[in-house]
């Protein structure tokens, strides 16, 4: 059985809040500079990397990729995947190394790319390899933040419960579960009611480890309704933030402010290594522009043309002066409104 420890760094501190917010970590969506903007914009409480190779996190190409962080991230987790548990061991002062405050072992991808080579998902049918995995990190630094993001099931929800128990025997800080099996993928919706399965285990073993639920959650009210329902710590969004980096802020934008962080976050792709971010911003555009109206669909398709953020330069004008316009309109729209209630 591997050692008990207690609850140590940014985990211990939001143990004690009501309600835990993390940003989910995906792949080629969460690059540094869209993180940048979601902690700028609405912060949550925990940040993630996309997920890196564990074994090539002293590559430049790996640093450079996936690894770039901001202090206003913080407490940002660094997620890895592999199986090899001394590339995990080695992996911690690495990552400590490069200022990460904790490590996060994906177990959940099920992408046939990375099962087929015995990493992410394919681990839940692994208990050994898991938890040999599990000591590896904390006989590196049993002090250092350590948690896993996986599924309820490879293809069937029978194993939930061997699976979560034998996750929580590793007495790691936190553990978040995506609603789904392998099999599904995200083809169906995630089973919620499963998270009852998993918070009466929790409670049987009188575990410390932090629980959080990931699937299908499109605002905060949902998310705090699901946490009062079922009694999980904490959730994890994923989707939902892919063109709203201010999800987790209870402002109500306006267009011509929308357009504001939309433009920084195109902007920064121009500073940002030699990696393509200009594509990756490119990918969010549609969910940015969702529910705008009045043209932004012909904007969109040629900022979708252009390969950089100057040649873009001439269509964000438009966006901004359509943002400006939108906001003019429904300024009329809530006056009309107020005048017809005075006047009743």
């Known amino acids: 059985r591997i050692e008990i420890r207690n609850m140590r760094g940014f985990w211990k501190a939001l143990s004690k809040k009501k309600h835990i917010y993390a940003q989910a970590p995906m792949h080629e969506v969460t690059d540094g500079s869209y993180r940048y903007i979601i902690a700028k914009y609405g912060k949550p409480h925990v940040m993630f990397t996309e997920f890196a190779p564990v074994a090539q996190l002293h590559t430049d190409r790996v640093k450079e990729k996936y690894l770039s962080r901001n202090q206003i991230e913080s407490p940002l987790v660094c997620q890895v995947f592999g199986n090899d548990p001394n590339a995990f061991y080695d992996a911690v002062f690495q990552i400590k190394d490069m200022g990460f405050d904790g490590i996060d072992v994906n177990m959940g991808c099920p992408e046939k790319s990375i099962t087929k080579l015995g990493f992410g998902s394919s681990l839940i049918e692994d208990f050994e390899k898991t938890q040999e995995i599990i000591k590896f990190i904390k006989k590196a630094d049993p002090d250092f933040p350590v948690s896993i993001k996986t599924r309820v099931g490879s293809f069937n929800m029978d194993e939930l419960s061997d699976w979560c128990k034998c996750l929580l025997e590793t007495e790691i800080d936190a553990i978040t579960f995506h609603l789904r099996t392998r099999r599904e993928l995200s083809k169906v919706p995630a089973h919620w009611n499963l998270m009852e399965t998993i918070m009466d285990i929790h409670h049987h073993n009188e575990s410390k480890t932090l629980i959080l639920g990931n699937g299908d959650i499109n605002s905060l009210t949902q998310a705090k309704e699901l946490m009062n329902m079922y009694g999980n710590h904490g959730v994890m969004i994923g989707r939902a933030l892919i063109g709203t980096p201010w999800f987790f802020n209870d402002k109500q934008f306006t267009h011509t402010e929308k357009f504001e962080i939309i433009n920084e976050h195109a902007s920064l792709t121009h500073h940002e290594g030699t990696r ?40 964000f004008k438009e966006l901004g002066e359509l943002a400006a316009f939108i906001d003019k309109q429904n300024l009329k729209q809530e006056e009309a409104i107020v005048g017809e209630q005075q006047q009743k």
Do not use: D, T
């Not at 594509?279 to 932004?296: C, I, R, T």
């Open 276 to 315: 393509n971010n200009w594509f990756l911003f490119q990918k969010s555009m549609k969910a940015y522009l969702k529910g705008w109206s009045n043209g932004s669909h012909v904007i969109r398709s040629n900022i979708m043309r252009c390969k950089s953020y100057s040649e873009a330069a001439p269509f």
